[in-house]
């Protein structure tokens, strides 16, 4: 026998004190914590500040009867299981007390053992049907805990995903600047030497020359040759780092500065442009023309974009580590296709340029062991966020 059922506590609710007495001197004897009530009333107020583990109810009671007393204990004490006493044997009250959520019922007059019995069977039965109870709820505790490690897994290995997807996107693009660096050092060299043989020619053709048109053809000529000289120093700057200055650059006032610079730009394309600077970050040591190229390359993209009018959207801040800069724009977006294009060396969509500034863009952010992400909704313009540390942003 289970001997931890000995120290349950058991209420008595009766309106006969000799049962009262008897009942609890029978079940304190045996080890029961009592309780009695000589009323239904009493009774569920007993309940409610003692919480027993069992109620034996008188089934004719004088206001409350047992019967409505019992609904009661089930309805608002479910934990509190009842017996019934009552001295009318029928099975239709029987089966009444047992429908409403009666344990067990005893009729009067009853046989002490019997009476032990009974409790010790409820008690029993209450015991186990709680345990597993608390088993079911601790079932469902776990199988929530299970669904929210599995979503929270499958969170993690999607963003890992995602992040070994623009590591491999970047490798991809370090590896195309690499090769398009060696590359491009041979081709400009090849190129710069006829066209310094090209230049000295004219030069020496126009020393002799008096025809006021062919002068103008001759400085067309030095201007297309100025042109393909500009192009091919585009194409180095995206791959390959010219000479540099280190100093410290206020990454806020670069931005302003750039801003202003563009300002024809911005108010002939009719863009507004809206500034975040949640926090200014400290000073970074950088080479200001090249900050200066990041910005004008992304503004200048961004402001193309809107040729209607539009936002120019420029967000600012900081943490421990790194600033964070995001620029949108409320033009066109750019297709999806795409996305993982633009920052190849001359890929473009645009009717004029080399396809070279995105490519320059992604060459200095990486020089400062910074990143970039691209996104966009169709039709509600692009994202740019740039990522810069704090800490060992020197490139040497």
């Known amino acids: 026998m ?5 120290k349950s506590t058991i209420l008595i609710v009766d309106d006969e004190k000799i049962n009262l007495d008897l009942i609890s001197i029978l079940l304190s004897n045996r080890g029961f914590g009592t309780l009695i009530a000589s009323s239904a009333e009493e009774g569920l107020a007993l309940i409610e500040r003692e919480k027993p583990e069992l109620a034996i109810i008188d089934y004719m009671m004088p206001g409350m009867d047992g019967f409505v007393a019992l609904k009661e204990v089930r309805r608002r004490f479910p934990d509190t299981y009842v017996i019934m006493f009552t001295g009318k044997g029928s099975e239709e009250i029987a089966v009444e007390l047992m429908k409403a959520g009666a344990s067990d019922y005893i009729l009067k007059p009853f046989v002490n053992k019997d009476l032990l019995d009974r409790v010790r069977k409820v008690l029993t ?7 597993n109870r608390d088993l079911l709820q601790e079932r469902e505790n776990l199988l929530r805990e299970i669904a929210l490690w599995n979503r929270e897994l499958d969170r993690r290995v999607k963003e890992k995903s995602e992040e070994l997807k623009r590591a491999q996107a970047e490798i991809i693009q370090s590896e195309k ?16 030497n006829p066209l310094n043989s090209i230049s000295l020619f004219v030069q020496l053709i126009e020393s002799g020359l008096e025809d006021p048109e062919k002068i103008e053809y001759s400085e067309k000529i030095f201007k297309e040759i100025a042109r393909i000289d500009r192009i091919l120093r585009n ?7 010219p000479r540099f200055e280190l100093k410290e650059v206020r990454i806020d006032q670069v931005i302003n500065n750039t801003l202003d610079f563009l300002k024809s730009l911005i108010e002939m394309h009719k863009v507004e442009v809206k ?80 396809g070279l500034g995105l490519s320059v863009v992604f060459r200095i952010i990486k020089t400062y062991n910074g990143n970039i992400k691209v996104s966009n909704e169709h039709g509600k313009g692009a994202l740019f966020c740039v990522s810069l540390p704090l800490s060992d942003s020197n490139p040497l």
């Open 2 to 6: 289970d001997n931890s059922l000995e």
């Open 125 to 131: 039965i209450r015991k186990v049907e709680l345990e």
């Open 177 to 192: 600047l690499s090769s398009l660096a060696f590359f491009s050092a041979g081709m400009a060299h090849e190129i710069r």
């Open 235 to 241: 194409l180095l700057d995206s791959v390959k780092r």
């Open 275 to 354: 500034r975040d600077f949640r926090r200014i970050p400290p000073a970074i040591q950088a080479d200001p023309l090249e900050v200066e190229q990041l910005f004008s390359n992304l503004f200048v993209n961004a402001i193309d974009e809107m040729h209607n009018g539009g936002t120019l959207k420029v967000f600012l801040d900081h943490d421990n580590k790194n600033i964070q800069i995001n620029i949108s724009d409320t033009g066109k977006g750019i297709p999806l296709e795409n996305l993982d294009k633009i920052f190849d060396p001359f890929f473009t969509t645009k009717k004029i340029g080399t």
